[in-house]
């Protein structure tokens, strides 16, 4: 076999694995959602209360994140990503053997430790291992693995809830992600990553910054703008995504199985854009603008949606258009923020990024629940729109040359100080 073979079988394991590590994640983050309807009446919460558990769990993980980017840059991403992994599945079984909602809060606080590791252990890996010219396909996958979980999460939860009860539904979820942990456990490629990349890119990193250093290199503007981007997109998300059952069910009368198929459009919508987005993100140098692009169309798809003006056999469709365009931002997303990381600091970068999407998840829910219990579910869509116009101004003036520059400034400064 050529090395070039080679080199093509070893990536293409490597982003399999990390894929389909990322699809197990969003598969848990996304089975309690459908469910809100039927945990409201079981713990006689409003809600603002369940609103409440998602944003204990993505605080736990924002706060954690950032953290776990440091523990990957040096120790490795394999050892973090199954700690997680494992971490994040008993927390679903403890979520099924819950008998109140002080157990659901402490066990999303379980659930937002393991959360936290994914992307800066998931990042940390594509960047060392897979070659530069694959990222954006790389990058592609990896989102495209995520929607995957999200599709199958609604119609597993609905499914097996109908037939045997929600505790088992979450519990079935625990069990599977710990059979997933031990696959990916038992594959050595991605100890080979680990060994490979997080050694070599600490290496180069230690040279050049101290603790300082690399504090300074996340303050820079652009990983800043990264980090505004992803906080003002993930609250867009919430709307769409966690409430957007309740919101349809409330706005336009649809069925629990309607509108839980609107949330399947929208999260297959979301799978088919991250696939485009892989393929423009490869043959394009405006990524800033790909992005941009993607948000705005989302954001006036949105804003139909809040309308109630839809019939609803319409609402799969929409949802699925919106998700396609949303979500096709992901891979030229994700190519900005590599612009803007620093050699050996690719956890850190990721990890602080990234958790951006946990401050937004952590800010929204309790809004989002609010005007639930007021009874308006279009604000939800309007506001869903409002942060996805805000995520825009953010990313127009990012580009991939001019981000490595501003943090190369960043580094070398440090360097010589």
């Known amino acids: 076999m050529s090395a070039g073979n080679t080199e093509l079988r070893r990536d293409t394991e490597v982003i399999g694995l990390v894929g389909f ?10 089975i309690l959602a459908p469910l809100f309807p039927l945990l409201k009446d079981e713990f006689g919460v409003g809600y603002a209360a369940l609103g409440l558990m998602v944003s204990v769990m993505y605080t736990v993980s924002g706060i954690s994140q950032t953290m776990a980017g440091f523990i990957v840059d040096r120790y490795g991403a394999r050892r973090v990503l199954l700690f997680g992994m494992t971490v994040f599945s008993v927390a679903m079984l403890l979520t099924g053997l819950a008998n109140s909602y002080w157990m659901l809060l402490l066990a999303a606080v379980l659930a937002g430790v393991g959360n936290s590791v994914f992307h800066p252990a998931d990042f940390a890996m594509l960047n060392a291992k897979v070659n530069p010219k694959r990222l954006g396909y790389a990058f592609s996958i990896h989102g495209i693995g995520g929607n995957f979980g999200w599709l199958v999460a609604p119609a597993f939860s609905i499914g097996i809830s109908t037939l045997y009860g929600w505790r088992a539904a979450t519990i079935a979820a625990g069990v599977i992600g710990l059979l997933i942990t031990a696959f990916i456990a038992s594959r050595a490629a991605l100890a080979d990553a680990q060994a490979g990349g997080g050694q070599r890119d600490k290496a180069q990193g230690a040279r050049r910054r101290g603790l300082k250093g690399d504090v300074r290199a996340l303050l820079s503007v652009p990983v800043l703008k990264c980090f505004a981007f992803f906080t003002f997109y993930s609250m867009a998300l919430i709307g769409l995504q966690t409430f957007s059952v309740s919101v349809t069910s409330a706005l336009y009368g649809a069925s629990l199985t309607s509108a ?4 399947t459009g929208f999260s297959f919508g979301g799978i088919v854009g991250i ?12 990524h800033n603008l790909v992005a941009a692009a993607g948000m705005l169309i989302g954001a006036a798809l949105t804003l139909i949606l809040a309308s109630g003006a839809l019939p609803v056999w319409l609402l799969t469709g929409c949802m699925g258009l919106t998700g396609f365009f949303i979500f096709s931002t992901a891979p030229s997303r994700d190519i900005l923020v590599r612009g803007a990381t620093p050699p050996g600091a690719t956890g850190k970068v990721y990890g602080f990024v990234y958790s951006g999407l946990d401050l937004g998840a952590t800010l929204s829910p309790l809004l989002f629940g609010w005007m639930l219990d007021q009874r308006m579910p279009q604000w939800v869509f309007g506001a869903a729109a409002s ?3 805000l995520a825009v101004t953010t990313v127009l003036t990012l580009r991939p040359e001019r981000t490595a520059a501003m943090v190369a400034g960043v580094v070398s400064e440090n360097a010589s100080s």
Request: aromatic share 14%.
């Open 21 to 30: 590590a990322h699809l197990f994640s969003h598969f848990l983050q996304l």
């Open 260 to 263: 839980s198929a609107a949330l």
């Open 387 to 389: 942060f996805m116009l």
């Open 275 to 286: 696939a485009a987005g892989g393929f423009v993100a490869t043959r394009s140098s405006r």
